[in-house]
């Protein structure tokens, strides 16, 4: 198959609660996708599935013969207390059933490469928890990148950070995207983030938009998407979205008609 992985009508569920229906979705090699929806609308479930962490319910995931996965979970999710260095971080992607934390020569060399690439050279012995928020993805981003992924999925890239630091990461996915690497990312954040992907799924339990944003942030697809109202503008030709503009009846002088 031409695609990393295709998903036809796929559906997922904790027993009696549905939480993903007839999603039909493929990933080619050159994607660079963001996942967008409320919360609880099955986003991170459907990066589960494409990991294999997950089975689904109903539905069939045809996955390339010999793709390599690697995904980057949401920082929130990590235990920044755990007794671990940067440099031991990336390591543990190449443990390989050995004693950790021990490293090979040529490993050091390779964890050396990878933080210099990504704006973390001299860090690798500092204490993950003394990082800032910024720097804390690029580690776990960088984690990823060492297993060499054919597809790399992040949940909630961007979450917690600034709009310097998140400019800066979406700048370095765009140039791992031009390198080879296909992704997939969920976000929140439908401007700063989204409408600055090529491609984006409007999802709620089911795909419910799927194209460039100029197409899938519509107010149709969107109120489909979060059950609201928003408006669609347009700025610097990217879209804007904005909650819409409540309509407020003129209140009448009391005995006036």
Not at 149 to 160: A, I, K, R, V, Y
Request: glycine letters at 10%; aromatic letters at 4%; hydrophobic letters at 45%.
């Amino acid at each position: 198959m031409s695609d990393l992985l295709q998903l036809r009508q796929v559906g997922f569920g904790y027993g009696h609660h549905p939480v993903l229906e007839a999603v039909d979705l493929r990933i080619d090699p050159g994607a660079f996708l963001g996942i967008v929806g409320p919360s609880g609308s099955g986003k991170t479930t459907l990066l589960r599935l494409l990991t294999g962490a997950l089975q689904p319910t109903e539905g069939i995931i045809e996955r390339r013969k010999g793709v390599r996965v690697a995904y980057v979970p949401q920082v929130e999710t990590v235990n920044w207390n755990f007794p671990v260095t940067v440099a031991e971080t990336l390591t543990m992607a190449r443990i390989d059933g050995r004693v950790w934390p021990w490293r090979s020569k040529g490993e050091r060399a390779e964890v050396d490469a990878m933080l210099d690439r990504l704006g973390l050279g001299g860090l690798g012995e500092r204490h993950i928890r003394a990082l800032s928020g910024g720097q804390q993805q690029r580690v776990f981003l960088a984690r990823a990148l060492m297993s060499t992924p054919d597809l790399l999925l992040m949940d909630e890239p961007t979450s917690g950070v600034d709009v310097r630091t998140r400019h800066e990461i979406l700048h370095l996915l765009e140039t791992l995207n031009g390198e080879g690497t296909a992704m997939v990312l969920t976000t929140h954040d439908l401007n700063g983030m989204a409408a600055h992907l090529p491609e984006l799924v409007c999802l709620n339990r089911t795909v419910l938009g799927h194209g460039p944003p100029a197409a899938v942030l519509t107010p149709a697809v969107l109120e489909a998407t979060y059950g609201a109202r928003m408006e669609v503008l347009e700025h610097a030709g990217m879209p804007v979205v904005v909650d819409a503009v409540r309509q407020v009846e003129p209140v009448r002088a009391a005995g006036r008609a």
